[in-house]
């Protein structure tokens, strides 16, 4: 009898040991996906409109191509402010390192710069309500997190976030 029950014991406990192994296995790959490779992100707020809807937009972030240089002017980034690091802002590219950029201060003059080596020159789309590199400057490549990918709800034209 005894001898039945832990046999029964055992089988129970592996069952449960394989269960939680794999249980932990998927765990393991949700968080290196969602921390390295891709991740779902909620983008709300009047500095993109009319690409991205002012009430929210959930976006899939591509969190490699960034890494091996793969950012173009166009591309929609996510980046680390540089007046608050806590907070990450959604803007456009307009210029990478080595790009001429022309753009109107917050003071309303005209001004033209060569983006410095290892930053970009990012703005909102919707450029009277936005805070970016017009009153920042260039931003450094390492603080970009991630570009946008495509839109997953709601659901664009196309699913892209092209201009």
Not at 107 to 128: E, R
């Amino acid at each position: 009898m005894w001898a039945t029950r832990l046999k029964q014991w055992r089988n129970i406990a592996k069952e449960t040991a394989t269960r939680s192994f794999l249980v932990a296995k998927f765990l393991c790959l949700l968080h290196v996906t969602d921390t390295y490779l891709f991740s779902p992100s909620i983008v709300y707020g009047p500095s993109m409109l009319p690409t991205l809807n002012m009430r929210g937009d959930v976006v899939l972030i591509d969190k490699l191509s960034h890494r091996f240089g793969n950012i173009l002017p166009g591309d929609v980034v996510f980046v680390k402010s540089p007046q608050n690091p806590s907070r990450v802002l959604t803007k456009r590219v307009l210029g990478v390192e080595g790009d001429f950029v022309s753009f109107d201060s917050s003071s309303g003059v005209f001004n033209s710069l060569v983006v410095p080596k290892g930053h970009i020159w990012i703005q909102g789309d919707n450029v009277y309500a936005s805070n970016d590199s017009r009153h920042f400057g260039a931003v450094p490549y390492g603080l970009i997190q991630g570009k946008a990918l495509c839109r997953i709800w709601p659901l664009a034209e196309f699913g892209t976030l092209g201009p």
